[in-house]
């Protein structure tokens, strides 16, 4: 007998394939990371300039416009009606009963354009925080539009 042991070894072949598990978890986390901070990344107000060839919107429902003239005053027009003067808080606590009771009402600002920057954004700010949740600036087309 011979004392030769012959020792056989299995080569184990190599594996070639790519383990995509962990990229595909990879991918997921930041899909949802992404989904989260995409409504945060909305900070600002729209403006539209006071001249401007936009067509109009179309609504079924009438606007609610606040007017404010170059001194400050507020006017308030509800549904076709007169324009009323009326204070800030007053202005506030109307808004807020308005957006209360039909949360789809659009609501508008309107201002000649001699009026100050900073009074506009004010009335916008005052209506945001009565919880209106669009607030649109009023424009006047140009005078030579067709």
């Not at 962990?22 to 001249?51: E, K, S």
């Not at 609504?59 to 606040?66: G, H, M, N, S």
């Not at 506030?92 to 600002?109: E, H, M, T």
């Amino acid at each position: 007998m011979s004392a030769t042991i012959t020792r056989h070894r299995k080569r184990k072949k190599l594996k070639a394939d790519i383990n995509v598990v962990p990229y595909i978890d990879v991918m997921l986390v930041l899909l949802i990371i992404f989904m989260v901070t995409a409504p945060l990344l909305n900070l600002g107000v729209d403006v539209d300039l006071p001249q401007s060839k936009a067509r109009p919107i179309e609504q079924q429902k009438d606007p609610v416009i606040v007017s404010v003239d170059e001194q400050g005053r507020y006017y308030l027009q509800v549904e076709g009606g007169e324009n009323e003067p009326i204070d800030a808080t007053t202005l506030k606590a109307k808004i807020s009963a308005l957006v209360r009771q039909n949360p789809d009402a659009p609501v508008f600002v309107a201002a000649p354009g001699v009026t100050q920057y900073q009074t506009v954004i004010d009335t916008m700010v005052l209506l945001q925080q009565a919880g209106a949740p669009k607030v649109a600036l009023m424009t006047q087309p140009p005078s030579n539009a067709p």
